[in-house]
């Protein structure tokens, strides 16, 4: 039986003044989105750039920043129009306008905004947010950015002509695997290596959650079965279960914690509210702990979350309109009517009821056999990224693994150690994913990763045939890439008789990181040798891709040649490098195919150690004794390439 409040014995005031503001977590996330589309560096046409980088901590809704870094940013939200500027009444006229409410409703009397407008806005925000990284992600596989910037804005008219009242009739069909309550009492691994961290934010829960509680069918989730007794992969389907783990309190890093909490301070009744009211709980934690649960910290210990306050999910009508605003505890015995079954909210997340989630279960696939799942699958919702897909076909490649923990994108939260063994303790890596933050490639979807790769496989794929000396074209970037990893995939170890690919190895993975950690630093600590149209175009605060891998790569390869003496080098020659990159030849083409983007990388990473004295064939020997093989003379032969 459900305990009650009385019964927990827990006694602590109703007094409204102690919860919390509703709008302080909306004015977090918020401030999160905008942080993140702040770092964007590649743009649509017509788009300005931000005029800085700005942390969540740079957006003050106390002291009325959030209005010039909302500003900043306007362009990604896709407004019909520019938001003036010139007075906050003017802006926050517009942003009413924009948002779709009344005059009076964007903000009280003391001019902050409504808890109606924050949702409003951050739900818009965040839709900016996953259009942009889809922006982001057709020009790395090779759109230009005309299409890109096209199918961008059909995107947003899509989603603008989509925004129609939503019909209060429940949505009736059924999806026959799994209730919701085997899902929530399975042994679940929700963070296998291979799979990126968590980059719903807010919105995108509630959405989830809501999307249930009208019945609308979810996609497939798809776990492997590891074992008899020990827990399911999840393969996709990490964001949904997530969210569903958190809206009832059963996530297991939440159901740990208050446990913890629960055995320091028995008195307060911890799990006891935990289970029975959350919002009493958030009090009894305040009081106990000496310190209010902020969004940031709710996310990072994934407790629960509410249901938006806002009708725009669709919670339309006489049963789900009470649900707004409401934690699970709130409203679980709440009846809704679901896929043809009258059921309460407590109903439809614990017990066997017909709404179902469609569920695959493999208990023997290979990682190409979950490339096809992730690709026909992934259907709905922030498709996977090369990078993402990528780190599931090779998670078991020790080099893939550290790519990924050397740029940062690895969780946080997991033993990095037991990750990536080879690069433990290895000098200069744990900054690594810093320096490349630093460039201006934040910590959206494996950005760092994809960069790290690249620059590896330019220097390591050696797309020579061995049995003619000819070479082959490079492939694309992802294919490139690809590549390496699959060469050394392919080459399983076979000891004693044969070790296996060279960067099978440990010492010489170490080895390789350890060289590109310090090529890194030498090539952010000399800031001076680059131009500022190497960054934003001209701006000087966000570095290109092509720009920085060329640069990098060329770093790399002159820290090969002349480990001894290469910061006398810079030092000598940086008046020329710096004039250099600023020739037509150091220029960025305005095409950016294949051909062009390979051409354009390998002139500057050849034109950076030839500036600095060194001898590239000589570098690139190095480097092929060093880690067994190099991608130098592939990269350079590709700029005789005739144009087509």
Known sequence: MTESYEEVGADFPDDAADDEDPRVQLRESLAAVLSSLSEAVDLPTGLSHSASLFAAGDVSFDGGSWISRLADVQGWLHFDSDLPTTSVGGFLAALASELGLGPNEVADPNGELTVVALERLAERAELAYRLQLVFAQDLA???????????????????????????PEPVTAKAEVFPISQLTGMKLNLTPSYQRGDVWRTGDRQALIESILRGIPLPSVILLRTGPSTPHDVVDGKQRLTAILRFVGRHPVAVERVKEADRRYPEAKLKALFNTDYPRFRRAWKQAMGEPLTAKMEDEYYFPFKLRTDGKGGLIGDHLEKLRGKYFTQIIDNVIEVADEEVSVQSLFGEVVSYKVPVIVYTRASQRQIHEVFKLYNKQGMHLNAEEIRNAIYHE???????????????????????????AGVAGVSSLGSTLKGYGFGDARYRRTKVLAWVLSVLLNDTQDKSDGTFKDL??????????????????????????????????????????????????????????KFKDGDKGAKWQELQLVGTLAGMAIALAGAPDDIEQRIADAADTIRAATLTPAWTRPLKTQTRTQWDYIARLAKGVPELLGIDIASASGNIRARFGSSGVESLLRMITLPAS
Request: hydrophobic residues 45%; negative net charge; proline residues 7%.
């Open 141 to 167: 596989d090779g759109a230009s950015r005309a299409s890109a910037t096209e199918r961008w804005a059909e995107a947003w008219a899509d989603e603008d002509g989509s925004a129609e009242a939503v019909s």
């Open 397 to 423: 490649v020790e080099l893939t693994r550290a790519t990924l923990v050397a740029a940062g994108d690895a969780d946080p939260r997991s033993d990095l150690a037991a990750i990536a063994p080879s690069i």
């Open 475 to 532: 492939a694309s970037t992802a294919r490139h890439i690809d590549q390496l990893l699959g060469q050394v995939q392919e080459w399983p170890p076979d000891p004693p008789r044969d070790p296996g690919h060279p960067l099978h190895d440990h010492a010489r993975l170490a080895d390789l990181f350890g060289w590109i950690s310090e090529a890194a630093d030498l090539h952010a600590a000399h800031d001076e040798l680059w131009a500022d």
